[in-house]
């Protein structure tokens, strides 16, 4: 399942049992999830009990028109394949940096010979696309997190909200190789009740008439105790309220919450419910 791409292409979160290697999951529940941005509801989804890590992609492509659509599609598909292909989440984030270096090398190999003499523009790009990965393993009530140049992501417990800080965070997709930053994984408790909301810059770097931003801590734990839904339509009418409904910038945001397990090797994660973009 994945959510249409945004005006400025981020690639999209998608949410997927990935890696199977045994039976298919099974279907546990219903769970609903919503598309804003749009004027009608996406339909009622199936949560799933996975017998596999689940892992979910959310990402920020820089730049835009064809060139940040191509690498957003690019890297989509990539993860798309490299999610059940790669037992490890690092190694499919040093697999997404390699596919992102060559999209950009691409694009100004493309771009460089438009130009007069076809002489390079600057040395180096400034195309790249932030990242965040999340792995959540069938047998355990942790979620693993792989931060590449992403906004940290919030988790909710019991009404209580925090942030997810990283020692050591990574670097964008397409630069690895020249800020040498190798990927690492942040393991933390994710059990049934649990969420984790992962965002775009465009939430925390929209302002309001007078310049300031929003606090979107603060307007997380005004609304951690809702329903996950009414949470994430709670925090898009802030945004938006906030910025007097003007965005300078595409903005999404994804909650995934943790289910109540139903048997020994099974994980059901409500599948995500997205903001605007």
């Given at each position: 399942?994945?959510?249409?791409?945004?005006?400025?292409?981020?690639?999209?979160?998608?949410?997927?049992?990935?890696?199977?290697?045994?039976?298919?999951?099974?279907?546990?529940?219903?769970?609903?999830?919503?598309?804003?941005?749009?004027?009608?509801?996406?339909?009622?989804?199936?949560?799933?009990?996975?017998?596999?890590?689940?892992?979910?992609?959310?990402?920020?492509?820089?730049?835009?028109?064809?060139?940040?659509?191509?690498?957003?599609?690019?890297?989509?598909g990539?993860?798309?394949?490299?999610?059940?292909?790669?037992?490890?989440?690092?190694?499919?984030?040093?697999r997404?940096?390699?596919?992102?270096?060559?999209?950009?090398?691409?694009?100004?190999?493309?771009?460089?010979?438009?130009?007069?003499?076809?002489?390079?523009?600057?040395?180096?790009?400034?195309?790249?696309a932030?990242?965040?990965?999340?792995?959540?393993?069938?047998d355990?009530?942790?979620?693993?997190?792989?931060?590449?140049?992403?906004?940290?992501?919030?988790?909710?417990?019991?009404?209580?909200?925090?942030t997810?800080?990283?020692?050591?965070?990574?670097?964008?997709?397409?630069?690895?190789?020249?800020?040498?930053?190798?990927?690492?994984?942040?393991?933390v408790?994710?059990?049934?009740?649990?969420?984790?909301?992962?965002?775009?810059?465009?939430?925390?770097?929209?302002?309001?008439?007078?310049?300031?931003?929003?606090?979107?801590?603060?307007?997380?734990?005004?609304?951690?105790?809702?329903?996950?839904?009414?949470?994430?339509?709670?925090?898009?009418?802030?945004?938006?309220?906030h910025?007097?409904?003007?965005?300078?910038?595409?903005?999404?945001?994804?909650?995934l919450?943790?289910?109540p397990?139903?048997?020994?090797?099974?994980?059901?994660?409500?599948?995500?419910?997205g903001?605007?973009?």
């Open positions: 399942m994945t959510r249409a791409p945004a005006p400025r292409a981020g690639f999209p979160a998608g949410h997927r049992p990935a890696g199977h290697r045994g039976p298919p999951p099974t279907r546990r529940g219903e769970a609903r999830r919503r598309a804003r941005g749009g004027t009608a509801p996406a339909p009622a989804r199936p949560a799933f009990a996975c017998l596999a890590p689940t892992r979910v992609l959310v990402g920020d492509v820089r730049g835009k028109g064809l060139p940040a659509v191509g690498a957003s599609a690019a890297l989509l990539a993860f798309r394949e490299l999610a059940h292909e790669e037992p490890s989440p690092v190694r499919i984030a040093e997404l940096d390699e596919r992102a270096r060559r999209q950009i090398a691409a694009v100004d190999t493309l771009l460089d010979g438009d130009r007069p003499g076809g002489a390079p523009q600057a040395l180096f790009t400034e195309r790249f932030t990242a965040l990965l999340v792995e959540f393993p069938p355990e009530p942790v979620a693993r997190l792989v931060h590449c140049g992403h906004p940290e992501p919030f988790l909710v417990r019991a009404g209580r909200v925090r997810v800080a990283f020692e050591r965070p990574g670097a964008p997709l397409g630069l690895g190789d020249l800020l040498e930053t190798a990927p690492t994984v942040r393991t408790p994710f059990g049934p009740g649990d969420r984790l909301l992962r965002y775009t810059d465009g939430f925390i770097e929209a302002r309001d008439r007078r310049g300031g931003f929003l606090d979107l801590a603060a307007r997380v734990a005004a609304h951690a105790g809702r329903p996950l839904e009414a949470l994430v339509t709670g925090l898009r009418r802030d945004l938006l309220r910025a007097h409904g003007d965005l300078d910038d595409d903005a999404a945001l994804v909650a919450e943790r289910l397990g139903r048997g020994p090797g099974a994980t059901a994660v409500r599948p995500p419910a903001g605007p973009g």
